[in-house]
C-alpha cells in the first residue's frame, strides 16, 4: 500500500501534531493516523512545509525531551 504522505498530487494537505509534539503534513483526503490530529489545513504542500518548519523546535519527542531533563 503506498503511503498517502508521499502523493504527488497537490490537493490539499493537512498539518498533523500528535501527544509528543511531532508533525507531519498528510494529504487532506486520506485517514489522520491514530494518536495524531489535525492542526492546519493547507492548500498547498509547499505551505504545509513551511508550517512544519515555523513549528519545529526540535526533533525529540516531548517524553524523550522531560526524561532526558531529569536528575541522573
Known amino acids: 500500500m503506498p503511503n498517502p504522505a508521499e502523493r504527488a498530487d497537490d490537493h490539499g494537505h493537512v498539518l498533523l501534531t500528535n501527544g509528543e509534539g511531532l508533525h507531519g503534513l498528510w494529504p487532506a ?22 508550517a ?3 513549528r519545529l523546535t526540535g526533533l525529540r519527542p516531548v517524553t524523550f525531551t522531560k526524561r532526558s531533563a531529569l536528575p541522573h
Open 29 to 50: 483526503g486520506a485517514r489522520v493516523p491514530e494518536g495524531w490530529e489535525r492542526t492546519l489545513d493547507t492548500p498547498r504542500r509547499k505551505e504545509g512545509l513551511e
Open 52 to 54: 512544519v518548519l515555523d
